[in-house]
């Protein structure tokens, strides 16, 4: 028996997932699709296994072939990366962050990272997560050029003394000043951790600087650039070894049992090795570089057609349209209104930003999944024609003060724009477009 006979209504609106998918454009900057082989894996019977603990020292019995795919990815992090250490067990991005806290850090310790409005990751200490009330959360900025401010996280570091320093974002379009932190951290005695979530594909490929040489600690998701299933790895640097031989044995038990999660989850596991086996073919060299050359021509098609961008450029795989010209907390609009042309992508802050997290006023738009696709140069040339063309119809859209104002005019906004001839003849050049590029596991 399978899906389609015995739950019917889960089997179509997975048919009517992958539907959306045909139709449209995926260009939110974290995700990805995955291959046949990493989703074989994910969909095997290596769920049912229970195998608390490491390879070699469970508290299950019958993990024998587990431990095997345990090692194998854990081999191939190593390699990947360029560490002596990885934990492969962390089931998403942000626990393996809350790994790292319980490894390196005591409560009431400060720490320090990246504003979450200036494109930091609220994991980093952000004021509604619990790493801002556990520890003393100190943020830095990015200048108004959309660079890190290097001189501001100096100063903060020398006067609040960290004890850990994050580098990484969630939206931050240039290359991470991994060596130029790395001094700081080193003049204040703070660890400090690469969080390269978005990024983890790109230093694989060599698109973008890899932080081992300079850091202590790397974590990252595995679904976003490195295209593998949802997951995170931890992992050690030979300078965190340095620093502190024990290093890995603290992370291992942060993981577990310290708190942070119980049994692996297998399927997820062995997911992982196959996206990092993928990852480690030379073709994955090509396309790690191919999305940035796609993000940057896009970033130019862009501002060519008026577009406003965020620093003015990218030197990764997204870029953040600042929509303030037009007015504050415009973001939705522009989200929304992509949405219904095809072209998936997320309203978010942008630095300085004069509204909300919830209302921000830009958007994240990114070039992983439609690289997967085997978009090219080329293609970017027509997407950004038709962002650019969308973002000019809502251009006389402005956000209202109040809360409920707000609510009443998106109503009024999203059914004005489902019903325009514009955005209806867009979706229909963008579902034809698609068809000429097939997304791997769908089509
Ligand atoms: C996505 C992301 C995470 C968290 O990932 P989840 O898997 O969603 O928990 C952590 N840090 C950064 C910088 C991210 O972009």
Redesign the pocket.
């Known amino acids: 028996m399978n899906l389609e006979q015995t739950d019917p209504k889960i089997y179509e609106l997975i048919e009517a997932e992958k539907q959306r998918r045909r139709d449209g454009l995926e260009m939110i900057p ?1 995700e990805n699709h995955t291959s046949p082989s990493v989703l074989e894996a994910l969909g095997s019977i290596l769920t049912d296994k229970y195998s608390e603990g490491y390879p070699g020292k469970r508290y299950y019995g019958g993990n024998q072939v587990i431990d095997r795919i345990e090692n194998l990815a854990i081999e191939r992090a190593k390699q990947a990366f360029g560490v002596p250490f990885a934990n492969v067990q962390p089931y ?6 809350f790994a790292v806290y319980l490894a390196v850090c005591n409560f009431g310790d400060t720490i320090m990272g990246q504003n979450l409005p200036d494109g ?2 609220i ?2 200490g952000w004021k509604v997560n619990i790493t801002s009330k556990i520890f003393k959360s100190v943020s830095y900025h990015v200048k108004s050029d959309g660079y890190i401010d290097l001189e501001e996280v100096r100063n903060l570091a020398v006067e609040n003394k960290p004890k850990l320093i994050w580098c ?3 939206a931050y379009v240039r290359e991470f000043p991994f060596e130029e932190i790395s001094k700081i951290a080193d003049e204040v005695g703070a660890y400090f951790v690469a ?1 390269i ?2 990024i983890a594909g790109l230093v694989i490929a060599g698109a973008h600087k890899s932080p081992a040489p300079f850091v202590h600690i790397i ?1 990252t ?1 595995t ?2 650039t490195l295209r593998g299933p ?1 997951g ?1 790895l931890i992992m050690v640097t030979e300078k965190g070894l340095k620093k502190d031989a024990e290093l890995g044995e603290k992370i291992n038990k942060a993981v577990f049992p310290g708190g942070v999660q119980g049994g692996p989850h297998n399927h997820q596991t062995a997911a992982i090795a196959v996206a990092l086996g993928e990852a480690l073919k030379p073709e994955f060299k090509e396309y790690g570089k191919q999305i940035v050359k796609n993000s940057k021509k896009l970033a130019e098609g862009l501002m060519e057609r008026g577009v406003k961008l965020v620093s003015n450029g990218t030197d990764n795989h997204m870029v953040v349209v600042d929509l303030t010209p037009d007015g504050p907390g415009r973001g939705v609009f522009l989200q929304d209104a992509l949405d219904m042309a095809g072209i998936t992508v997320n309203k978010n802050t942008i630095p300085a930003d004069p509204s909300t997290p919830f209302y921000p006023s830009g958007v994240r738009i990114g070039t992983p999944a439609i690289t997967t696709r085997g978009m090219k140069e080329k293609e970017m040339e027509l997407i950004s024609d038709w962002i650019a063309r969308v973002a000019d119809l809502i251009k006389n859209y402005k956000l209202p003060g109040t809360k409920e104002e707000r609510i009443e005019y998106l109503k009024r906004f999203k059914s004005e724009i489902e019903n325009n001839d514009q955005i209806k003849k867009i979706k229909s050049e963008i579902s034809e477009f698609g068809k000429n590029f097939p997304i791997p596991a769908i089509n």
């Open positions: 974290s998403s991005g942000s626990p393996a962050n930091g990751h994991s980093h990484g974002a969630t969080d979530a978005h974590t998701t679904h976003k949802r995170g």
